[in-house]
């Protein structure tokens, strides 16, 4: 096997297992006797000359129980795709040009990118301008079009359900209302999974709008038949029937999802006449150490996008299906989400043990 050089990033949203990812990819390339680049806050190291570091056996040992990522990670950047003349997102020239340069002065073989949907969207336009690229799908949220699994996401799970056990004590206690707002961007599963695992009463999610009497009468009902407390569990897009997504703007006027906790919590207070409180998971549910199986996960991904390299399959992706690793090309993935389905036999088993999805 000849001797080559490679290079891996994180990009986007940090989520725990990355690190896994980079520890298993390495192990896979020393194998093969070649060297792994990491560059690091994404794409932006790729910058001639290039911010990297080797990724050798003295780095990436000991680092798979880490959460976030140790090459650091941006969410903007030189990277971010504005649309061309036919209205499809393209890379600047320049910045190509600028990739070209630091592929050429490091011999470099191929690249590995590690993103959600936007990097990934990076890493298929890189692909398309001649660069070898192999993607590996990331987020917390679970919503990446062929990938039935991302790793992250069970550990934002595991943080949902213990938040959920830590509240249900205090409610219990208060005979309280609670409603715990997760994230997961446009899809319910943080909020599904995390919500049957803590045991929530109530889960609203984007798929299934919500009507604010059905929680209500549901609040009561319980109520009426003993319930010390009632959790309700509420994805940051999920909304009203006939409201919209609660987003607010950021300092750099960004708008973000988030808040309607603090809404449902309002009406729910106002039509059950009982103490409710919120409380806003944010970003405990991206950080810490990954979960066993995101470290599992991590590593297969790791260790399957060395391989896919090596078979020379660019421009493709590691997808988790029917419990295998396989590759799928990256844009079946790209600007296409994974959302729940209403009818699915998670929303159903749901259904089964009680739980109210306030429709
Ligand atoms: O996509 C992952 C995610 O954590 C979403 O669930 C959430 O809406 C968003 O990222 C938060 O992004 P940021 O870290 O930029 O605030």
Excluded at 18 to 47: C, H, I, P, T, Y
Excluded at 54 to 61: C, G, M, N, Y
Excluded at 156 to 173: G, I
């Amino acid at each position: 096997m000849s001797n080559k050089r490679i290079g891996i990033l994180t990009s986007g949203g940090d989520c725990p297992g990355l690190n896994a990812v980079l520890r298993g990819a390495s192990r896979a390339a020393e194998k093969l006797g070649w060297e792994l680049l990491g560059f690091k806050d994404g794409f932006e190291g790729l910058l001639p000359p290039g911010d990297f570091l080797l990724l050798d056996r003295s780095v990436t040992s000991g680092i798979m129980h880490l959460g976030g990522t140790i090459l650091g990670t941006v969410n903007k950047g030189h990277f971010v795709t504005r649309l061309d003349a036919r209205g499809l997102p393209s890379i600047p020239g320049e910045v190509l040009t600028h990739v070209r340069k630091t592929f050429d002065s490091l011999k470099m073989h191929a690249l590995i990118v590690v993103g959600g949907d936007g990097s990934l969207a990076t890493a298929l336009q890189l692909h398309e301008a001649g660069f070898r690229v192999v993607g590996v799908p990331k987020t917390i949220d679970n919503d990446l079009e062929a990938t039935s699994r991302t790793f992250g996401f069970d550990s934002a799970v595991a943080c949902v359900a213990d938040a959920l056990d830590r509240l249900h004590t205090t409610a219990t206690s208060h005979k309280r209302v609670m409603v715990l707002e997760v994230m997961g961007r446009h899809a319910g599963w943080i909020a599904l999974h995390g919500g049957l695992a803590g045991g929530a009463d109530v889960i609203l999610i984007p798929e299934i709008p919500f009507a604010f009497e059905k929680i209500a009468d549901e609040v009561l009902r319980r109520e009426s038949e003993g319930a010390k407390s009632t959790m309700v569990v509420v994805a940051e897009g999920a909304s009203p029937r006939d409201g919209h997504q609660r987003r607010h703007h950021t300092a750099s006027g960004e708008k973000r999802l988030g808040g309607i906790a603090e809404i449902v919590g309002r009406e729910l207070g106002e039509r059950t006449g009982k103490e409710v409180r919120t409380c806003v998971l944010g970003h405990l549910q991206r950080g810490g150490a990954p979960t066993t199986l995101d470290r599992i996960l991590g590593t297969g991904f790791g260790v399957k996008a060395v391989q896919l390299v090596l078979d020379g399959k660019f421009g493709s992706m590691v997808s988790y299906q029917n419990d295998e690793l396989r590759n799928v090309p990256i844009s079946h993935a790209v600007h296409k989400l994974r959302r729940v389905s209403p009818t699915c036999q998670m929303v159903e088993t749901a259904r089964a043990v009680d739980i109210s999805f306030g429709d």
